[in-house]
């Protein structure tokens, strides 16, 4: 079975600081995986992804995650946070047959000023 | 870059009415679609996936005659909430998988509010 794991249910950065937001998951095979940020009351938006090839992918806004498949994760990461990246993010899971996409729990980022 | 839209983007009905939601791929193909519930403060279920031309695929405990899924074109799929009730409330998402990519792109939502 498929599944994605994000420890922190909510996270407080100081604006500025860095940000690393974790996620693990587990899947019999490489899956694909994605970061998605969502606003309140919003859609999701798609930050980076995950298919194949260099570990470390870069995504919008500044944000890169790594997949390293020894420990299962895909964390994502930030160097120096803006106020305005407080939002809920989702990591996300799509098994090889491409049909069933999971989602974590979701994380809650707020930025202190 | 692949758009989905949804409409309405928020609903208010009352309880026992059916409400009807459009989900469309804008600028490509989609012969899956995906239908996906959220709750306040918590993460996306995946409650239908839509084939283009076929029954529908419902998710353990999501109540096929309730949640009434069509999917006539490969642009469109609709999500109609049937006899709807307060506990049906919530912010539905839908997603459509273009044909050639290992991805789903995500409409902007709907806000479903039943009084």
């Known amino acids: 079975a498929q599944s994605v794991t994000q420890p922190d249910i909510h996270i407080t950065v100081s604006e500025g600081a860095s940000l690393e937001l974790r996620c693990n998951y587990s899947?019999?095979?490489?899956?694909?995986l994605f970061w998605y940020v969502q606003s309140p009351g919003q859609g999701l938006q798609l930050l980076l992804k995950?298919?194949?090839?260099?570990?470390l992918v870069q995504g919008i806004k500044g944000f890169e995650a790594e997949f390293k498949r020894s420990q299962s994760s895909f964390n994502l990461r930030k160097p120096s946070v803006h106020w305005s990246d407080a939002a809920e993010y989702f990591c996300?899971?799509?098994?090889?047959?491409?049909?069933?996409?999971?989602f974590g729990a979701g994380t809650r980022l707020t930025v202190k000023p | 870059g692949a758009v989905v839209s949804q409409h309405p983007s928020w609903v208010i009905c009352k309880s026992g009415t059916s409400v009807k939601i459009e989900c469309r791929s804008l600028?490509?193909?989609?012969?899956?679609m995906f239908w996906y519930r959220q709750f306040p403060k918590q993460s996306l279920m995946l409650m239908a996936t839509?084939?283009?031309?076929?029954?529908?695929?419902?998710e353990q405990g999501v109540e096929k005659d309730k949640f009434l899924i069509n999917h006539a074109s490969l642009t469109l799929s609709t999500l109609t909430v049937t006899s709807a009730h307060p506990e049906d409330s919530s912010f539905y998402i839908c997603?459509?998988?273009?044909?050639?990519?290992?991805?789903?792109?995500f409409g902007p939502g709907t806000r479903l509010t039943v009084l």
């Open positions: 995950y298919f194949s090839g260099d570990t």
């Open positions: 996300a899971l799509l098994g090889y047959n491409n049909n069933d996409m999971r």
């Open positions: 600028d490509f193909q989609a012969t899956t």
């Open positions: 899947y019999g095979a490489t899956p694909y």
């Open positions: 839509s084939n283009e031309g076929s029954k529908a695929t419902y």
């Open positions: 997603s459509a998988r273009e044909d050639s990519y290992n991805e789903q792109f």
